[in-house]
Nanobody, 126 residues
Framework: QVQLQESGPGLVNTAQTLSLTCTVS??????????WSWIRQPPGKGLEWMGA???????YYSPSLKSRTTISRDTSKNHFALQLSRVTPEDTAVYYC??????????????????WGQGTQVTVSS
């Protein structure tokens, strides 16, 4: 069974870089046709797709966040990571990692993704 677990600081100061890691168990992240995404949900708002890294290592980003987002992976540790720079209080959200197959979905619905992490709250202090 595939499991995803987010980890990282729950509090980040404005203008700093938010860094999260998603550790995957039950499947190598280089498994063909998989896409590993970061998705967030600000309070009172819907799910927002931030970006993804494919099994090939190619990365894809939301246009609105591309200038501030980096997604990377470490296949030896079977995890992938998110860095979001120059954060503001508007970046306060629950951050999720998730897996999809054959494609990623920028207009997110939960049923489009095979597996989700439990989510981690990140608050940006002003």
């Amino acid at each position: 069974q595939v499991q995803l677990q987010e980890s990282g600081p729950g509090l980040v100061n404005t203008a700093q870089t938010l860094s999260l890691t998603c550790t995957v168990s039950g499947e190598p992240i280089a498994t063909s046709f998989r896409y590993w995404s970061w998705i967030r949900q600000p309070p009172g708002k819907g799910l927002e797709w931030m970006g993804a890294i494919a099994s090939s290592g190619n990365t894809y980003y939301s246009p609105s966040l591309k200038s501030r987002t980096t997604i990377s992976r470490d296949t030896s540790k079977n995890h992938f990571a998110l860095q979001l720079s120059r954060v503001t209080p508007e970046d306060t959200a629950v951050y999720y990692c998730a897996r999809s197959t054959n494609q990623f979905y920028s207009n997110v619905r939960r049923d489009q993704y095979d597996y989700w992490g439990q989510g981690t709250q990140v608050t940006v202090s002003s």
